[in-house]
């Protein structure tokens, strides 16, 4: 069983940085494609970003490209969502996932709030 813990998130101010970990327990992460998915009040939960665990192949969404950076620490078994020149509009939760199969696990989420 993985175990997915997010942490790092917290209030911003526009144009400020955050650096999200996507810590795992149980199993070995560095099998998993990871995800971070963002959702705001009153809008559906939306892909930010992934990176395969095939080739370490990365994915963003229009909105963040060029502003977040994913990379994984197989190692210490974490993947950073690394957050620049934040928005007001990227407020959310933010969650990860991981995926090997048919099997997907979430982690609770943790809150960003860019904000003046």
């Known amino acids: 069983q993985l175990q997915l813990v997010e942490s790092g998130g917290g209030l911003v101010q526009p144009g400020g940085s955050l650096r999200l970990s996507c810590a795992a327990s149980g199993l070995s992460l560095d099998m998993y494609h990871v995800g971070w998915f963002r959702q705001a009040p009153g809008k559906e939960r939306e892909g930010v970003s992934s990176?395969?665990?095939?080739?370490?192949?990365?994915y963003y969404a229009d909105s963040v490209q060029g502003r977040f950076t994913i990379s994984r620490d197989n190692t210490e078994k974490i993947v950073y969502l690394q957050m620049n020149s934040l928005k007001p509009e990227d407020t959310a939760v933010y969650y990860c996932?991981?995926?090997?199969?048919?099997?997907?696990?979430w982690g609770q989420g943790t809150q960003v709030t860019v904000s003046s």
């Open positions: 996932n991981a995926i090997r199969g048919p099997t997907t696990y």
């Open positions: 990176i395969s665990s095939y080739d370490e192949s990365t």
